[in-house]
Structure formats: C-alpha cells, structure tokens
C-alpha cells in the first residue's frame, strides 16, 4: 500500500478566486447592461465605454470566472479520480498564480483599449504568450499525474478535461498568430475570410472546450458524488464524449452563414451543428437519469438544485444552438440580441450554475466545517439566480426577435417599415431595462454565495486535517484480461489484428493509456479543424481578387486602429449580407475580395448600431466628428457612447511608420509608404482638416486622433465602386 | 503544380464526404464497442471510481505527502 495526501489547498485557492472573479465579471456585465439602457452613466470616461467593457466583461466572464471554476473542479477531482496528489506542488502553484497575473494584465489592459480585436481573444500578444506558458505548466501537471495514477481506468471526467487541455492549446495558439508592431500593438497574420474562419473555429471551440467540455468532466464527478450513486449510464458517457469531440470542432462556420465565407464551409458548419444535439442531449439525459430514483434528494439538497438546473439548461442551450445554425433561422437571429440571450443561458445557466452548485459541495469539504454557514441563504441565492437568469433572458430573446423582425419589415409600399436604424435601437429600452434588473438580480444572489462562503471559512478549524489515503500502486506490467478465443482455426498474423480491431480491444487499452487516449483526441479535433481550414486557405476561388480594392492608406490604418482600440466591433457588423432587406438598407452586399487587406477582419457578431461596410461617403467629415464626439446631438435616441477624447488626443504619427512596416510584411503591397508613411498620413490629414473646415467643422483637429478615425470610415465600403486603378512602378498601391 | 492549385482543382464536395464517412466509421466503431463488447461488470466498476477515491487510514501520518507504506 502506498500512502499520500490530496493537495486541496490548490482546490481552495482556485475556488476563492472563482468567487471573486466571477462577482468582478458579473458586476461588469451589469454596468454595460445599464450602459445600454442609460449610456450616459459612462460618464464619457474612455475606460468605462461599453467598446472596451464588453471584452473585458466577456474575458472575465469565461477565463477568470469559468477557467477558475473548472480548475477548481480538475485539480480536486483528478487527485481522486487518480488516486494520487497531483504530479507537483510547485507546478501547480505556478499555474494557479500565473493564471491569476494574467486575468489581472487583461483586466488592466482591456480598458487601456489594448486588444486584438478578436471575440474571445482579444488579448494582446505578451499575455498571449505567458496564457501559452502557464497553459503547458498545467498541462504537464495534469498529464504527470495521470502518469503516476492509482487507478488503472481513466474515468469519463478525465476524458473531458485532456480533450479540454489540448484543444484549447491548439485553439489558443493558432487563432492569436500575430506580428508585434509594438509591445502593445499586432497584427493577425490571417486577412479578411480566412481571418473570419479562424476566429469562429477558435470562438465557437472555446465555446465547446473551455465552456463545455471541463464542465461535462464536472458534471461526470460531481453530479454523481452529490447525487450517491453513480453515472445512469458509463456506455452513454463513452459514445457522448467521442461524438462530441469530434463534431464539435466542425461547427464555427455556422457563425459566418450568408456574409463573405464560401458557402460549402458555412454548409459544412451548419450540418455539424445540428448533427450536434444528438450528444449534446446524450449528456444531458446522462446527466438528469443519474437522479433516478434520487428525485426526492433534489427538493431537499440545493447542490443538486443548482446541477438540475444547469444541465436543463445545457439541454436547452444545445438544442437551441442547432437551431441558430440553420441558415434560415440564423437570417433572423444573426447579430441580434437573440445570440446574447443564447449565451446567456448557457453560460448563466449551464456554467454558473454547475459552479455555484460544485462550490456549495466543496466549500464544507474543502474548509472542514461539515456544513455551510447558511443552508437558507443557500436556498435563496438558487431562487433569486434562476429568477435573474429568466428575466434576463426573457427579455433579450424578446429583444432580438424584436430586432430581427424590424430590420426586414417592410410596409406595404415595399419600402423598409424602419429605415431609421435607431428606431429599432429604442423600441428595445424595455427589454434593456429589464435585464439590467435580471442582471443586478443574478449579481447579488452571487454575492450572497461570496458572503456564505466566507462565514462558512470563518469557521474552520485552526488547522486542516490532511487524511492520509492508501492505496496501491498499480502494477509495473499489466496483462489485459483475456479476451474471448478466436473462432478462426487458422488465425494468424494479419487475421489476428484485424480480429482484434473489429473486437474494439484498442479503445479499451486507449482508456487506461493517458498518452495515446491524448493522441487520439488531437487527432479527432485536427480532422475537423485542418479538412476546413486548409480548402479556405488554399482555394483561390474562396476568395475572388477584385482589383479595385487597394490597402489603406498610412492614416487609415491608423484610423481603424483607433476603431479596434476602441471596441467599435462590439456593436457594429462590417458586413452586408445577400439579404433584400440588407441590401435595401446598407447598400451592395459585401464580397470576400473587399477584405484581403483587413488583418484583423472587422465584421463583427452583433449590431446595437447599423452595419458600417458601406458608410465611407455617407456622411460629411463634418457629421463623423460631431457623431463622435457626442452622438445625442445628431440622433437623440442613440445609445451610443460619446468619444470626445478622440479630439483631444494627439495621433503619433511616427508610430504609424512600426505598423505599415508589418503590414508590408504581411504582403499587403504597400510600395513607398513603407519609407515615409508618417508624411503620408500628415498630408492625408492635412487634406481632411482642410475639407472639415470648408464643411463649417472644428479647426484644430489636424494632428488629433478623430482625423485618423474619419480618414478610416471615410473610406470602408467605397473601394469597389472606384475604377481599377493601374499599378505604380514599385508594386505598391497608388 | 502548386499544392493550393492541387486542392483547389478538387472537387469542394469530397471535403464533407470524406468528413462525415471518417466520422460515421469511428463512431460505429464506438458504438460496437460499449454496446456488444463492453461488460456489464466493465462499465459498472468504471463508473464506480467517483464513489471509492478516499480510503483514510487509522494512522494518520504527518509529515510527508507521499510515503510508501
């Protein structure tokens, strides 16, 4: 027998830090959710503007929140699962502080307006890098200890969590490929579609493996353990995690249906979506049937009443994904408000809540009292979560039907009911209003969680008990148990292995071999992922060249770093879809040769404002400015945020020189400007200033930072109207 | 002939095919597995691990974190 002792301080410190991050990205929500019913509350400060809140608000919300959560969940779970502490001390404190100081980073530079601008992974190239790092500490920790387990099988939870380790390695990594222009400042080296197929392969993934997969291998230990009985059934989990791996990476095109993406990849995504919800639902009926016969525990236990709602939850989100994915449906639904709802749901629903439940089990474990503080604030908080979460999404799939049906209403004169954008934007006040409410409801419920948890550590013990476990070592050599004889009289060598792989002895062995099982799941999520990415890549015709797009000029590029910097994306599309209704209101539809020199692509996931692909000559320099500078004076129904310290701050104009210089390096032909982009933009701005003046516009503006953001939007959405122009003697743009 | 013009002749459809046919098999095979080849007993003791990962011994040690008894 061999003895040791679980490390549960790890457990201790990941969960401290799931509450407290999760009130921090929760109370952020709630304030850009009443910024978009009051946006006057941002009190015009750059750093509390809903652009560059939003991000922060979503990374909170699933690396610091979520990430903390399931770490929480693997280092205490695997320990037993394996029978064995975890593989070092050492490594596991390093990725615990590691982790924690890069929550931190994000949460300082997010507001700074520091961001890549891609959803989900926006931060920027150093933090990239040390997420990689403390990424692997984790991974080897984790991969050591399955080495040096107790346990000959490898249970279904384990499954969940290396599939979650590698996926979200190769995710991570090739999604934030990118060219430092500076310490603060990259460039994605992906362009226009197939930047667009990237991020929504890397979105939708961390969806489903930092969302999904590590709360399933959640579900799998802790849902058992709470409920004292075992999984319904062990069969269903194997062919659950196996489909789920494999299908789920398939399904980011689905995001992309109808804009610029080829059509066979959007096809491609939505078939593997619906296909989807056969093991999405294989979990859940695995999940709710564990409660068999234990139904009478639920109405007493509230742990149980947190994982019962959170694994209906996931059965609703999962069906309700497929659902969106159906190109019809997701014509409606696509950058609306219905997508939030969706999210919502499983994210308050689905993760929170198998949180909320998992910390309610450990807390009297981990701090030794036998019991929490509070069982009837326990009881409350569960009550006034679900209440938050239904009128939180209540009210925002109301919003987004709402939004759907009004941008394609058309009256009876067979013009658009609602040409004015705005008109859809405030007839949404009430459902805004509303989920702010639900919002603040789901964040004081948690706080009562946060205060539970406190009084329940206040009462520990002066000292923890470290029980000491024992149990075997498993043996060096391990000899299967024999299978049935061979029925062939002749069997040998080649029959043989053919006998033994129509028998599936091989997937028996691969659950007990750590190494190989991880193997087989990179190589179940590279299927997917390269059979879609490499056609996107390599097939000129995705991508038809159209000869009068031309770069952006030095002080455009400037212009839409400005507009990256400042989260315009969050609530503005850059892109026109083939739809009449689209097409009425914004212009010709977008086509995949417009942005071969968008790195990143700017097409966005939401419109709270209209779409911008074509406002380059809609308005006068004049309007832009003032439109920044306070958007109530053009439209008093706006809900957009006033950008007046883009008058006032200076554009570096020789900082401009480090990003045309990467860009150039990237391919995008930009000849002379490489050598004097700084005088480039001086007489672009020049140029501006001068034509903002004869407009009857502000005087001073020619070295600001609003210059450079006009020249952009000026500019989006016009080259393919121009003639194409003749190529200059270096090669390079007119 | 670059590999780009390689792919980009081929037939665009034979991507999902091949796809979904590579997907199809591995999760037949799957199926037979835990339906015909998999023991009751096998998927019962498995599923069992959450149930028995603390067994504590009478004498409690202090000191190290992994001792060999």
């Known amino acids: 027998m061999e003895q040791f002792k679980y490390d549960d301080d790890i457990s201790r410190k990941f969960m401290a830090a799931t509450i407290l991050w999760g009130v921090v990205g929760m109370l952020v929500g709630v304030i850009i959710a009443f910024e978009l019913a009051f946006p006057k509350i941002s009190m015009d400060l750059p750093w509390l503007s809903f652009g560059r809140l939003r991000p922060l608000h979503t990374n909170a919300a699933i690396f610091a929140f979520a990430g903390n959560g399931f770490f929480t969940a693997i280092y205490y779970s695997t320990q037993r699962l394996c029978k064995t502490r975890m593989f070092s001390d050492k490594l596991s404190r390093v990725h615990f502080w590691g982790w924690q100081g890069i929550i931190v980073s994000a949460a300082l530079t997010l507001p700074l307006g520091i961001t890549q601008s891609k959803e989900y992974a926006e931060l920027e190239w150093p933090i990239d890098i040390a997420v ?89 230990y802790f849902l058992p353990k709470a409920a004292g009985r075992p999984v319904y059934s062990y069969r269903l989990s194997i062919i659950h995690f196996w489909s789920l791996v494999f299908i789920y990476i398939w399904a980011g095109p689905h995001h992309l249906h109808y804009t610029a993406l080829p059509m066979w990849a959007s096809t491609l995504g939505m078939v593997f979506s619906v296909m989807l919800w056969m093991p999405s639902w294989g979990g859940m009926i695995n999940g709710l049937m564990t409660l068999r016969g234990a139904w009478h525990k639920v109405a007493a236990d509230p ?39 969706h999210v919502h749901s499983g994210t308050l629903g689905w993760n929170a809540f198998m949180i909320f439940g998992m910390v309610y089990w450990l807390t009297p474990r981990l701090f030794q009292t036998g019991k929490m503080w509070s069982s009837k604030l326990t009881e409350i908080h569960f009550w006034a979560g679900t209440i938050g979460i239904l009128l939180y999404v209540i009210s925002i799939y109301a919003a987004g039907l709402t939004q759907g049906l009004m941008w394609r209403a058309f009256d009876q004169t067979g013009n658009l009911q609602y040409p004015d954008f705005v008109e859809t934007v405030s007839r949404l006040m009430p459902f805004y209003w ?86 087989w799941v990179t190589i179940a999520v590279l299927i997917g992922s390269l059979l879609e990415i490499i056609p996107t890549f390599l097939i000129k015709s995705n991508v038809p060249t159209i000869a009068s797009v031309q770069p952006y000029t030095p002080l455009e590029l400037a212009g839409r770093d400005i507009y990256i910097a400042e989260g315009c994306y969050n609530c503005h599309s850059q892109m026109v879809r083939p739809l009449f209704h689209e097409t009425e209101r914004y212009g010709e539809y977008s086509k995949p040769g417009e942005f071969v020199y968008d790195y990143p692509f700017q097409w966005g996931s939401r419109r709270i404002g209209p779409d911008l692909h074509r406002v380059g000559g809609k308005y006068s320099h004049d309007w832009q400015v003032r439109h920044m500078e306070n ?88 080259d393919i109207s121009k003639p194409a122009p003749a190529a200059d003697e270096n090669g390079g743009a007119p | 002939m670059s590999l780009s013009d390689l792919i980009g002749n081929m037939d665009l459809a034979a991507y999902p095919k091949a796809a979904m046919v590579i997907f199809i098999g591995v999760f037949l095979l799957i199926l037979y597995r835990v339906i015909f080849k998999m023991k009751k007993e096998e998927a019962r003791d498995a599923a069992m691990i959450p149930m028995m990962d603390s067994v504590v011994t009478p004498n409690t040690q202090s000191a190290s974190k992994e001792t060999v008894a």
């Open chain 1, 132 to 220: 990689v790092l403390i990424w692997v500490v984790f991974a080897v920790n984790f991969i050591g200890t399955l080495i040096k387990r107790r346990e000959r099988h490898m249970y279904v939870a384990l499954w969940f969590y290396i599939a979650t380790i590698v996926t979200i390695a190769i995710l991570y990594i090739f999604n934030n490929l990118s060219i430092p222009a500076s310490a603060t400042k990259s460039y994605s080296i992906y362009a226009g579609v197939q930047d667009a197929l990237m991020q929504w392969w890397y979105g939708h993934n961390a969806v489903a493996f930092f969302l999904t997969t590590p709360f399933l291998g959640m579900m799998y």
């Open chain 1, 303 to 341: 742990v149980l009443k947190f994982f019962v709602v959170a694994i209906t939850f996931y059965g609703m989100s999962t069906f309700e994904g497929p659902l969106l994915s159906i190109k019809t449906v997701n014509s409606l639904s696509h950058y609306t408000d219905w997508t939030i709802a």
């Open chain 1, 434 to 519: 509303v989920r702010a409410v639900g919002g603040t409801v789901f964040l004081v419920a948690t706080l009562l969680m946060a205060f539970n948890v406190i009084k329940t550590w206040m009462m520990r013990p002066k000292t923890y008990e470290e029980p000491v476990q024992s149990f075997p070592a498993l043996a060096k050599k391990y000899v299967d148990p024999k299978g049935p004889e061979s029925v062939l009289e002749t069997n040998v060598g080649f029959g043989r292995r053919l006998e033994a792989l129509t028998n599936v002895v091989w997937h028996r062995k691969w659950e007990r071999l750590p190494i190989k099982f991880t193997v």
């Open chain 1, 631 to 718: 958007p109530r004076v053009i439209n008093l129904k706006s809900v957009m945020p006033a950008y007046p310290w883009l008058l006032d701050q200076d554009l570096d104009f020789e900082g401009i020189a480090s990003r045309v210089r990467v860009m150039a390096l990237l391919g995008v032909p930009y000849g002379d400007a490489v050598s004097n982009a700084p005088d480039m933009a001086r007489e672009q701005a020049r140029q501006i200033s001068e034509e903002l003046i004869a407009q009857g516009g502000y005087t001073d503006l020619e070295g600001k930072k609003i210059i450079a953001l006009v020249a952009y939007l000026q500019r989006l959405g016009t």
